[in-house]
């Protein structure tokens, strides 16, 4: 079985920095790419950044030049470094992973990490 568990949300003021980690354990071949999600109360959940296997990325607008997304292949986990949040930015944050576990390719979600900008 493959896990995907994500820490590091929390309560921050306007203009913080939090460090969202999303770490994937279990029967892992290999992982394509990786991404956050986020879905605040009461709208869809939208892509927030999505990072593939070569190391490219793509981001929200809303929060480009504010945020950045990352990997540390040789520990399976996926980073969202937030700069300057915004109250906007409050959601639960899911990340996300297209897993190879030697059948199939599947994605996989975590639980969801909570992030609120509050003064």
């Known amino acids: 079985q493959v896990q995907l568990v994500e820490s590091g949300g929390g309560l921050v003021q306007p203009g913080g920095s939090l460090r969202l980690s999303c770490a994937a354990s279990?029967?892992?071949?290999?992982?394509?790419?990786m991404g956050w999600h986020r879905q605040a109360p009461g709208k869809e959940r939208e892509l927030v950044a999505r990072i593939a296997g070569d190391g490219s990325t793509n981001y929200a607008d809303s929060v480009k030049d504010r945020f950045t997304i990352s990997r540390d292949n040789a520990v399976n986990t996926v980073y969202l470094q937030m700069n300057n949040l915004k109250r906007e930015d409050t959601a639960v944050y899911y990340c996300?992973?297209?897993?190879?576990?030697?059948?199939?390719?599947?994605?996989?979600w975590g639980k969801g990490t909570l992030v609120t900008v509050s003064s």
């Open positions: 279990g029967r892992i071949f290999r992982i394509f790419g």
């Open positions: 996300n992973a297209d897993i190879y576990d030697g059948s199939t390719v599947e994605a996989y």
